[in-house]
């Protein structure tokens, strides 16, 4: 057997094809995870555009104010604001404010967009500190806040429903795993 240690054109243009696919192969895979953490950011940017609304932003004032009161109201139940109090911690605002929120208000501009943001964590689309980056704040606001609690406990004691906002509480739990 005759071994030839020399290399022919053939081979080294097939080492240099090799070499060049690889580096392609690396730049569009970091151009692809740029990319993706680009949507990612996207999204989250309008998840937050969406959920911050102008009477959103109104109750969770109230809330984070604790001025409001859940009322079960003979299993219709609603949330009463406590406009004094209300007036007496932001004394220079100027809103109109209700006298009280339905469960529906609650779950449509707070609660089930923070829920279907847990979603999204759940299922990859939103990573976890970007999350808590985002929506952190708020989702500690609704679910510290008394009357919010009373509520979540009167839904799973409620025999006709068996929504219970479960991807927010978990998210909440993720949130102080990534805070310890």
Same mark, same amino acid.
């Given at each position: ?24 192969? %690396?730049?569009? @895979?970091?151009?692809?995870?740029? @990319? ?20 959103? %932003? ?19 139940? %609603?949330?009463?604001?406590? %406009? +004094? ?33 847990? +979603? ?9 500190? +970007? ?12 679910? +510290? ?29 993720? @949130? ?5």
């Amino acid at each position: 057997m005759n071994y030839n240690p020399t290399i022919t054109l053939e081979t080294f243009v097939t080492i240099i094809y090799c070499l060049l696919t690889a580096f392609i192969l %690396i730049v569009a @895979f970091r151009q692809l995870k740029f @990319f993706n953490r680009t949507n990612n950011a996207q999204f989250l940017h309008n998840l937050e555009t969406k959920f911050i609304s102008a009477e959103t %932003i109104k109750l969770i004032a109230i809330v984070h104010a604790d001025c409001l009161d859940f009322d079960e109201n003979n299993n219709i139940p %609603i949330f009463r604001v406590q %406009i +004094s109090r209300f007036e007496e911690v932001y004394p220079n605002r100027k809103w109109d404010l209700k006298d009280y929120y339905t469960t529906y208000e609650i779950d449509w501009l707070l609660l089930n967009p923070l829920d279907t943001l847990g +979603s999204h964590v759940d299922t990859g689309v939103i990573d976890v500190k +970007s999350a808590h980056q985002y929506f952190g704040w708020y989702i500690n606001v609704a679910l +510290s806040n008394r009357a919010i609690i009373n509520y979540l406990k009167w839904i799973e004691n409620y025999e006709k429903t068996s929504f219970v906002f479960e991807k927010l509480t978990q998210l909440n739990l993720r @949130f102080q795993e990534l805070l310890k």
